[in-house]
């Protein structure tokens, strides 16, 4: 497939900061994970809902008029959905979106706090670990032909290893199942690994696959399928949010034209990712070959495969991006941290501007250099939550962006239009210029799903009798939005502009 529809989904963590928890709180982790303090992130993500409704962004229940979706997920996290991309730069760009809407929503909340009279500050982070050891997730999807489906399996190394670019880093704590030795750093590269426990499921929570099978079409005629990952860090970096959506894309399209084979599978692929998190250069064994395999050695397979098949095929978008992830992996090949301290010694490819997991680790360092912090200090995992912090005056990967010491891939200004127009190349310019074009009108728009949309004639009046509207007037407009890639349908827009002006 040349063309394809990427999106992403990503949950956001609120800490409701203050001086002293309640008493019921402090009676055990059990009862401040489901007792007050639950019920206290409930009610921070109802006010979050609340700013959105006084924000002044079209909306339609959960769907924006960007054509994204920001809703509150199981477990009161605050959530948000990219709109349907076909462009890395695009995803990229609306992912970001996504982070300016939440850190502008916590503002929001914040004011509603002082109004009714709520002490503490509320701040939203970006990444996929609370400081109680649950996690929330940071999910991909790619639409990707029945064949691609059914040799899924085929991906699974890959998926495993991408980690080492795409991983957002930890802090492992003293309670952490197979932590490193006390002479060796406690880091992992990511955030979820060690939240899986099979190769396939199709659960999302608890017993979480590596592939997650749950089928969902987004194409009609079941000519494309929904392709959903779970397994993946939340980035704040946008050249790795580039590097795991892309080069995914780039292995997908291999897969479908069916140039992946001989690529060793895992002997024990669940192990194997928990295993390269905690120690990204060390080997795991592979079925039916002899020795040991390192992450490394597993994406060159898959970036030789690539840059076979692309030199013949491709788009530009492609091709940049496959010299993007070959760039990447021959910088880790001579990235130098040292196995006992964790100080990065050498870094000749600049990852320490482009990797969140090895921007975090050099600010750590930097902090233990400064204060002379051993790597069991307190303070140390502190900073560790507020790297992803999206306040700009807390967050440290913000400080960094704005002191330019982290790399770019969009500017800020493709950013903000993200916030409020949709990809012009997909079903998302239909589904947020509907929104647009309702808000404020006397019609309600009721978004069903990705693919369907409702407009309704409002009453005339709050006695009006629901059928003394306007004579021939119709009631309700459906709008079917089954082709992802269908960017304009011009019959159906003129149809929804007359429904919206007889309603007026």
């Known amino acids: 497939m040349e063309e394809r529809i990427l999106g992403t989904e990503c949950e956001y963590g609120l800490v409701h900061q203050r001086l002293s928890l309640p008493s019921r709180a402090k009676k055990g982790s059990g009862g401040a994970r489901g007792g007050t303090l639950r019920e206290n992130l409930e009610r921070m993500s109802s006010l979050l809902v609340c700013a959105l409704a006084s924000a002044g962004l079209p909306a339609a229940g959960e769907f924006l008029g960007n054509g994204g979706r920001f809703y509150i997920d199981r477990g009161s996290h605050p959530e948000y959905a990219t709109p349907e991309c076909r462009s890395v730069k695009a995803l990229v760009a609306h992912e970001k979106a996504g982070d300016r809407l939440v850190r502008r929503l916590v503002e929001g909340a914040r004011l509603l706090m002082a109004q009714k009279n709520i002490p503490g500050r509320l701040h939203g982070f970006k990444n996929n670990l609370d400081p109680h050891g649950n996690t929330y997730g940071s999910h991909e999807n790619y639409l990707v032909t029945p064949l691609a489906m059914r040799e899924i399996g085929r991906i699974i190394p890959f998926l495993l290893t991408r980690q080492i670019f795409a991983g957002a880093g930890k802090l492992l704590g003293p309670a952490t199942p197979g932590v490193e030795p006390p002479d060796c750093f406690p880091y992992a590269i990511s955030q979820r690994a060690d939240f899986f426990e099979n190769v396939f499921s199709d659960r999302t929570r608890e017993t979480r696959g590596i592939i997650n099978t749950r089928k969902r079409e987004i194409a009609y005629g079941g000519q494309n399928v929904r392709l959903h990952v779970i397994l993946g860090d939340s980035n704040l970096s946008e050249y790795a949010i580039q590097l795991k959506v892309g080069v995914t894309s780039l292995v997908l399209r291999i897969l479908e034209e069916d140039c992946l084979e001989e690529i060793p599978l895992y002997s024990k692929p669940v192990e194997a990712l928990k295993a390269i998190s905690r120690s990204p250069w060390g080997g795991c064994r592979v079925d039916g070959r002899a020795g040991r395999y390192t992450a490394l050695d597993i994406q060159a397979m898959y970036l030789e495969k690539a840059q076979r098949f692309f030199a013949l095929h491709g788009s530009a978008e492609e091709k940049a991006v496959l010299d993007l992830w070959e760039s990447t992996l021959v910088g880790l090949s001579t990235l130098r941290i040292s196995p006992r301290t964790g100080v990065i010694e050498e870094d000749p490819g600049r990852l320490g501007s482009k990797l969140d997991w090895v921007i975090k680790l050099w600010l750590l360092n930097r902090a233990r250099e400064t204060n002379g912090l051993s790597w069991t200090d307190p303070n ?74 409702k407009i309704v004639a409002r009453g005339q009046g709050p006695g009006a009798h629901p059928f003394e509207r306007q004579k021939r007037l119709v009631n309700s407009l459906k709008a079917d939005l089954k082709d992802p890639f269908e960017a304009r349908d011009s019959a159906l827009l003129a149809s929804v502009a007359r429904f919206i002006e007889q309603c007026d």
């Open 380 to 453: 140390l995992r502190h900073l560790d939550f507020r790297y992803h912090d999206l306040d700009p005056e807390t967050g440290l990967f913000d400080a960094c962006q704005s002191l330019r010491i982290v790399d770019r891939v969009v500017d800020e200004e493709k950013i903000c239009l993200a916030l409020t127009e949709p990809p012009e190349d997909t079903r998302a310019w239909m589904r947020g210029k509907i929104i647009r074009e309702a808000s404020g009108r006397n019609v309600d728009v009721i978004v069903e799903n990705w693919e369907s949309i």
